[in-house]
């Protein structure tokens, strides 16, 4: 498979209309349509449902979809790292992160590495824990900063400095908005909206003990903005760290007895990296060293 047929089937998939990606491609439609079906016969699968004005993609078409993404990112990515300009640290950094305070420090270890390196560029990419693991794996991340509880056997990593507590987002309409802390049993009784990560609900059943199996559970989701949506307007109360983001509608309440977790900024152990990237590393690691010196 060439990168060149891959992108022809991405923006294909992208517009369902193999006219219409003919001409974003700036090709003609008979060179797109025997492109892809060359591509059909060389991976021995059908990837398009044709109709008369428009193409969906197949079972097949959409593990296609996922890989030709993941490739053509890699690819791309891996150009950037590669362009260089004379006398200059060139090239781009690739780092995931959850939704955690400790991107505050990390944006800071940031900044200062940018005041010596104008050049080098940001990709962040949001997700959960898992998503930026699978992401690392693949190459497409250079790091990630992941929320606890996390299995870091495979990195390199650093501690967050900063520790950050569970509680819950819940209505200002609530009586449980006036309490100062909120405890298992106090959660008994309302619809929950809490994490799709296995790891992290292990850590929550521990923390309600034998509340757990009667909690109402309303959902789950995995980043934050759109269930604090659902608790605005009444669907669930959602289980989540502390955050700094200002929900007008909504009051964060802290969990009772404490609840915390702790961030790590994690790399690939024994893996080859862009000058950008090395020079990063070290960079945050000495940021962290002075950060720990001026507890002591």
Known sequence: MELRVLRYFLLAAREENITRAAELLHVTQPTLSRQLMQLEQE?????FHRGQHSITLTD???LLKRRAQELVDLADKTEREFAKTEGSLTGELSIGSGETLSMHT????????????PMVQYDIYSATADEIKDRLEKG???MGLLVGPVDISKYEFIRMPRKERWG?????ESPLASLSHVSPVDLTQTPLFISKRNLIRDELRGWFGPYYD????????NLLYNAAVMAENGVGIVLCLEHDKNYEKLR???LLPTLETGAVLVWKKHQSYSAAAARFFDHVQKCA????????
Do not use: C
């Open 168 to 172: 819950i987002l819940v209505s200002r």
């Open 289 to 296: 060293e002075r950060m720990a010196g001026d507890k002591i």
């Open 43 to 47: 991976l021995g699968t059908k990837l």
């Open 60 to 62: 097949d078409g959409m």
């Open 252 to 254: 964060f309440v802290p």
């Open 140 to 142: 497409i991340l250079d």
């Open 106 to 117: 990390l944006s800071q270890w940031i900044a200062s590495f940018r005041e010596e390196n």
């Open 214 to 221: 009667s909690l109402e559970i309303a959902g789950t989701y």
